[in-house]
């Protein structure tokens, strides 16, 4: 049984080997048909952050630069996090590019319909293509993987529209195969929970406001300091939904919590959220948002 268990190990570390060759081959093959350089758009996901592990192989640390748009549908716990997991992980890189990317400011943002993630994509990767000119470079990369195609996510018409280069999604890799390599590879954030911005609280139609978006976050970090495995705190007419992540959303395993305890953490949001009560849901870890 040992020699089978072996066995079986060293294939799948061979697997990982071959996937990670494959894509830092991608990489130097893509950039290296323009100037040997490339800009990374970095979020502090697992994708992205094993995307910019890759070019700095495949290029060199000097040929590679990561910006990351920073703005109000983030909270600042996570864009203090997406400055850790950059620095734990590439101290050889140039300092991590930071724009302010204001999207309230865009209307087809800030009105929340239908095609807002389109216009959220649209306004980063315009940022960032005049960032990666500045620096002199013409490749672009994004680390939506193959699992993202199968989601309806509106901005992924935006990479397209704006020349965004997808390689995890070109080589068909899955997120369980990010995971891995990030796993082989000692990324900080091989297990870290997928993340989505904070307009994914707020109902379809419902204006997003800094007030809004604030209260979302302070109302996820009040709920985090519980204790509990907060995935999302959303408002859904009338009704505060808190979103705990779960191995099994089915069994909800090893999920508990204390209602009574939940409710007074999130009282002072009733107001903002015009809600008057909470519903609790479990979400399957790496669920897509």
């Given amino acids: 049984m040992d020699d089978l ?6 294939a799948s570390s061979a697997g990982c080997s071959d996937r990670w060759q494959r894509l830092v081959a991608w990489i ?21 952050t ?3 592990k890759a070019a700095e192989t495949a290029l060199g640390a000097a040929n590679v630069v990561a910006a990351h748009g920073s703005s109000v549908l983030e909270s600042d716990e996570r864009r203090q996090l997406v400055g850790e997991i950059f620095a734990a992980n590439f101290p050889e890189l140039p300092p991590l590019v930071e724009l302010d990317l204001q999207p309230l400011e865009v209307e087809g943002i800030a009105a929340n319909g239908a095609l807002r993630c389109y216009h959220c994509k649209k306004n980063l990767y315009r940022r960032l293509r005049r960032t990666a000119e500045q620096f002199g470079i013409s490749v672009l990369f994004d680390g939506t993987n193959h699992d993202d195609l199968s989601a309806v996510r509106p901005g992924l018409k935006a990479l397209v529209e704006e020349g965004v280069v ?3 999604a070109a080589l068909q890799f899955s997120k369980s195969d990010v995971r891995k390599l990030a796993r082989e590879h000692g ?30 976050a302070a109302a996820e970090t009040a709920v985090r300091r519980l204790g509990l495995p907060v995935a999302r705190v959303k408002a859904d007419a009338g009704t505060i939904v808190v979103e705990f992540w779960t191995e099994d959303a089915g069994t909800r395993k090893g999920q508990s919590c204390d209602f009574s305890l939940l409710r007074t953490t999130l009282q002072p949001f009733f107001l903002i959220f015009a809600a008057c009560e909470i519903r609790v849901r479990w979400r399957r870890f790496d669920s897509l948002c």
Wanted: net charge positive; with cysteine.
């Fill in 5 to 10: 268990n072996s066995t079986v190990c060293a």
């Fill in 28 to 48: 130097r093959a893509e950039a290296g048909s323009c100037c040997g350089r490339a800009l990374v758009a970095f979020s502090g996901g697992v994708d992205s």
């Fill in 50 to 52: 094993l995307l910019v």
């Fill in 166 to 168: 997808t390689p995890l």
């Fill in 187 to 216: 990324l900080t954030n091989s297990g870290l929970a997928a993340e989505s911005c904070l307009a994914t609280r707020l109902p379809q139609g419902r204006r997003l406001t800094r007030e809004r978006l604030a209260a979302t």
